[in-house]
C-alpha cells in the first residue's frame, strides 16, 4: 500500500468515527430532550405577581414570577432560580476600554427547565465574574416574562394598545 492509499483510507476512517461520534451525540441529546426538555412552566395569573409598581417606567418585569428590575445582573437570575448552562460558569469578561465593552450571549435554565436566552455585558474597566455582570437583553421563548403593566409574550397586539396606548408612530415595512 503506498502513503497516498494509506492517507486516504486515514481519512476515510477518521470521517466515519467524526461522524459516528455526531450521531451518537445527536442520540443522547435527543433522549436527554425528551426526558428534561423544555416545556411552558404552568401560567402564573398577572394578579398573584406582586410588582412594587404598574408604571413601566419601573423597568420591573417577572419571569416565571420571580420580580426583577433593569438593571439587573447574572446573580440576580441565578437568585430567581436560574442556572447558567455549562459553558458559561465562571467565566470572566473583560473590562472595557471606554469604547468597546464585552459581552457574551449565554443561556440559563431553572429546576423546571425553563430556558431563557440573554447577554451578560461587563460596563466596567476591571474584569469581573459573569455572575457580577449587567444583562443587556433578554430572551425568554418557554419562560413567562410579563412587564409590571401586564404584557407579556402572548399578549396580542389589541391587548398591547389597550395597556400600552396608541403609539405615537408606526412604521411599515418593507
Known amino acids: 500500500m503506498t502513503k ?3 492517507r486516504a483510507r486515514l481519512l476515510i476512517a477518521g470521517g466515519l468515527v467524526c461522524a459516528f461520534v455526531c450521531f451518537v451525540g445527536w442520540v443522547v441529546w435527543s433522549l436527554y ?11 402564573i395569573a398577572y394578579e398573584e405577581i406582586v410588582f412594587t409598581s404598574k408604571d413601566i ?10 420580580v426583577l428590575t433593569f438593571p439587573t445582573t447574572v446573580k440576580e437570575l441565578e437568585d430567581a432560580g436560574y442556572t ?3 459553558p458559561y460558569q465562571n467565566e470572566v469578561l473583560q473590562g472595557s476600554n471606554g469604547t ?8 440559563a435554565r431553572n429546576g423546571e427547565g425553563s430556558m431563557i436566552r440573554f447577554s451578560a455585558c461587563n460596563l466596567s474597566k476591571e474584569s469581573k465574574p459573569i ?3 449587567e444583562i443587556e437583553n433578554i430572551s425568554a421563548e418557554d419562560a413567562l416574562f410579563i412587564l409590571c403593566n401586564g404584557v407579556s ?6 391587548e398591547v394598545i389597550a395597556i400600552m396606548g396608541e403609539p405615537d408612530e408606526y ?3 418593507g
Open 33 to 43: 430532550m425528551a426526558e428534561n426538555g423544555n416545556h411552558k412552566p404552568e401560567a
Open 100 to 107: 468597546v465593552y464585552c459581552a457574551v450571549n449565554c443561556s
Open 4 to 6: 497516498k492509499e494509506r
Open 171 to 173: 412604521e411599515e415595512e
Open 131 to 133: 455572575e457580577e455582570c
Open 57 to 66: 417606567s419601573s423597568l420591573e418585569f417577572a419571569l416565571n414570577g420571580q
Open 84 to 86: 447558567l448552562d455549562v
Open 153 to 158: 409574550l402572548e399578549s396580542s397586539y389589541e
